[in-house]
């Protein structure tokens, strides 16, 4: 069951980057004139770490889990999160905000930062619209890798623009329009959703949001929480869409933002200076003149065929050669004339003997290399004789230890 989700999402409020030459103590000023600080989520040591159990001997930092361990056994041992996020409540302006931070502070997003206002990350939702400095970072400024975990947790990759959480283990009390009421519910609280799809009696929803960076704040925000029936959540990346027409969409998406912000990157002075100098060319142009399209019907042939079409003739075979009379008849008639007329007035040349026409070639090969091969056979011919009247000199064999080598050949003739 999947339904487009539109809500109408209180952007939160963000201010600029610390400029170069800015005054800090008349921007901190203003910051506080207009939001409120940040609460302190909880009290430093009020959060106790569990420790997991061992199941494996060896702990993988990667996975977060022991080695050799049962994985079914690992996540149905998994606890409720201890702390939860309130946006509503716990979100204000924070040291970050006043240094020019871009970056959320990861604690925040689980519930349990205890520095408020004096932690050097924000405490507020991300932008939809906002643009990280460093494109290989998540929100909370983690190191992305360049492909995802095989449990699709962790960070992400930077090669794919993921914006849908898989979100496992819903208990169900009710239809499938009511699971997806309760979906909605609690993960509008992180950021605008585009759409929510609900499999129904398989316990397993996905969330898609507008922007990237919500959906990561979200996945921090709700893993291993619950929604409403006291459930632990699973909250995974989603692997990609098989959808044709989703896989389509997300394209154009993608085309569409990487041309909003070339436009945007590109000096308005230049695209002045191109419309006029189109504007110039419009305006020197005959009237009545058309204007040939460039790169229309435009035919790329391989080296081979442009030979081919230059050695050949039209209805011939590949690979003949035209002769003189042939290529006379396909110049024009002008041309022709011309030519005939300064024939006429220049002096006329004194006969030369032709040299006699070649054999034609009565196989595979044509005359002219058969021709080839007759000389290079008589040249070989020519060299055999000559060898034969010159022997070669016979080099006398040394004796002793040091360069004879006792090989196969010397002990035949020694027999």
């Not at 921007?27 to 939001?35: N, S, T």
Request: with cysteine; hydrophobic share 30%; charged share 30%.
């Amino acid at each position: 069951m999947t339904s487009l989700v539109v809500q109408n999402f209180q952007q939160p409020t963000a201010f600029p980057a610390l400029q170069p030459g800015e005054d800090a103590e008349e921007r901190a000023k203003l910051i506080m004139q207009r939001e409120k600080p940040a609460r302190k989520q909880v009290k430093p040591g009020q959060v106790e770490k569990a420790i997991p159990e061992q199941t494996g001997k060896e702990y993988n930092i990667w996975y977060n889990k022991w080695a050799g361990g049962d994985r079914e056994d690992n996540y149905s041992n998994k606890t409720k999160s201890q702390t939860r996020c309130n946006i509503r409540r716990d979100s204000g302006w924070t040291r970050g905000d006043i240094t020019g931070q871009r970056y959320c502070c990861l604690f925040f997003a689980r519930g349990c930062c205890p520095y408020g206002y004096e932690c050097n990350f924000l405490h507020r939702l991300p932008l939809p619209d906002a643009t990280l400095p460093d494109s290989s970072l998540d929100c909370f400024a983690r190191g992305k890798f360049s492909d995802y975990r095989d449990d699709m947790g962790g960070v992400g990759s930077f090669n794919r623009q993921n914006r849908t959480l898989y979100i496992g283990r819903i208990r169900e009390t009710g239809p499938g329009s009511e699971t997806e009421e309760i979906v909605i519910r609690h993960f509008k609280e992180w950021g605008q959703i585009e759409k929510v799809r609900v499999l129904q009696h398989r316990s397993v929803a996905f969330v898609t949001y507008v922007s990237e960076l919500n959906a990561q704040f979200a996945k921090e925000s709700m893993a291993c929480q619950s929604l409403e029936n006291d459930e632990i959540l699973n909250v995974r990346w989603a692997t990609d869409d098989p959808n044709p027409t989703s896989k389509v969409l997300e394209m154009q998406r993608l085309e569409d933002i990487g041309q909003r912000a070339i436009a945007e990157k590109m000096d308005g002075r230049v695209l002045d200076a191109v419309r006029a100098v189109k504007a110039l060319e419009d305006a020197s142009r005959p009237e009545g003149e058309v204007v040939e399209e460039e790169n229309e019907d435009l035919e790329y042939l391989l080296p081979e065929e442009i030979l081919a079409e230059d050695v050949q003739g039209e209805g011939e075979p590949q690979g003949r050669k035209r002769d003189a009379d042939e290529l006379e008849e396909e110049e024009p008639p002008a041309k022709r004339a011309k030519i005939a007329g300064t024939a006429l007035q220049a002096p006329v040349p004194q006969p030369q003997a032709t040299p006699a026409p070649a054999p034609a070639a009565k196989g595979l090969l044509s005359a002219e290399t058969m021709q080839g091969l007759k000389y290079f056979a008589e040249i070989r011919a020519r060299q055999q004789q000559e060898g034969s009247r010159h022997p070669p000199p016979v080099v006398p064999k040394l004796g002793g230890l040091a360069l004879d080598y006792g090989s196969d050949e010397d002990e035949d003739e020694d027999e």
